[in-house]
């Protein structure tokens, strides 16, 4: 069992910095590609970053060259530095352990309870 959770969510100027951390608790994270996700309401869960358990990430087109997604494995975290943040960001924000795509959504035995990030003049 792998038990998430979420901060670092917040009102940001467009162009600003946020970073947010998805912390884990339970065994074996080191071994779970993790995910941060984003949501507006009505829309579906779109992935943002992930990361797989070597550590390779990959990313979105839209957020390429702005985020930096990481992971502390002694720390039992995953970060997702966002800089240059532009108003189109604005979402709740989840991490998710071993996501899967399927049947038109993804899919997690373990979603975090979501941050909301604000990006707003």
């Known amino acids: 069992q792998v038990q998430l959770v979420e901060s670092g969510g917040g009102l940001v100027q467009p162009g600003g910095s946020l970073r947010l951390s998805c912390a884990a608790s339970?065994?074996?994270?080191?071994?779970?590609?993790v995910g941060w996700f984003r949501q507006v309401s009505g829309k579906q869960r779109d992935l943002v970053a992930n990361?797989?358990?070597?550590?390779?990430?990959e990313y979105a087109d839209s957020v390429k060259g702005r985020f930096t997604i990481s992971r502390d494995d002694a720390k039992n975290t995953v970060y997702l530095q966002m800089n240059s943040l532009k108003p189109e960001d604005t979402a709740v924000h989840y991490c998710?352990?071993?996501?899967?795509?399927?049947?038109?959504?993804?899919?997690?035995?373990?979603w975090g309870q979501g941050t909301q990030v604000t990006v707003s003049s």
């Open positions: 339970g065994r074996a994270f080191n071994a779970y590609a």
């Open positions: 990361i797989r358990d070597a550590g390779i990430p």
């Open positions: 998710a352990a071993d996501a899967v795509w399927y049947s038109g959504t993804y899919h997690s035995d373990y």
